[in-house]
């Protein structure tokens, strides 16, 4: 079984910074692709950024510049260092991950979210 724990989501106030932490945990091969998404009250979830394996990485337009992402292959984890926060960047953030937990098929897992409110 295989789990992402997401922490660091929280109140900050526009122009604030946030830093998101994902931890993969359980039976895991191989981790490829790990990323954020997130999802904001009546509209879709979206791409925010992602990271290879390798460390290339891909950002939504919106947060190009403001947003950072890594990862600690050594401890299955990813982060995305969120500066100059906006009221826009409010809502819930997924973590996302593309594991194969024996080497034969990789499958995509999710986090349970973890909320970010931008406000005055």
């Known amino acids: 079984q295989v789990q992402l724990v997401e922490s660091g989501g929280g109140l900050v106030q526009p122009g604030g910074s946030l830093r998101l932490s994902c931890a993969a945990s359980g039976s895991i091969f191989r981790i490829y692709a790990m990323g954020w998404y997130r999802q904001a009250p009546g509209k879709q979830r979206e791409l925010v950024a992602t990271?290879?394996?390798?460390?290339?990485?891909n950002y939504a337009d919106s947060v190009k510049g403001r947003f950072t992402v890594s990862r600690d292959n050594a401890k299955n984890a990813v982060y995305l260092q969120m500066n100059s926060l906006k009221p826009d960047d409010a809502a819930v953030y997924y973590c996302?991950?593309?594991?194969?937990?024996?080497?034969?098929?990789?499958?995509?897992?999710w986090g349970q979210g973890t909320q970010v409110t931008v406000s005055s």
């Open positions: 990271i290879a394996s390798a460390g290339s990485t």
């Open positions: 996302n991950a593309l594991i194969s937990p024996r080497g034969v098929t990789s499958y995509n897992y």
